[in-house]
């Protein structure tokens, strides 16, 4: 059963104005290990992943119907498979299959979330 679906899209330029002025930005978006994969990339490729994590958390909050005020960026994490394909999880929300895609390109990072039971 279909739970809830959500997308979003966000300025690749916003992103790295943002990442440029401060670090407050990732640390708030991004749980420790995110944190640690996006310090090993390179400043273009950090810009995508940080912008590519925030559109999917962003679009979790819209699939589960609460919007990203009553979450926190913290208590979503995004991992990789080992074949890289990216894979969302939760808290609170362990019965719950994320399916997430994430896409980029030049100028816009997007991303959707199918939440299934």
Known sequence: M????GVDIVELARIKRLLEKNNR???RILTKAEQEKAMGLSAHRRTEYVAGRFAAK????KANGTGIGKLSFQQIEIINHANGAPKMQAEGMEDV???LSISHSREYAIAQVLLEK
């Open 58 to 61: 962003e679009a979790f909050a």
């Open 2 to 5: 279909i739970l809830g679906i």
């Open 97 to 99: 299959h994320i399916h």
């Open 25 to 27: 930005f990732s640390e």
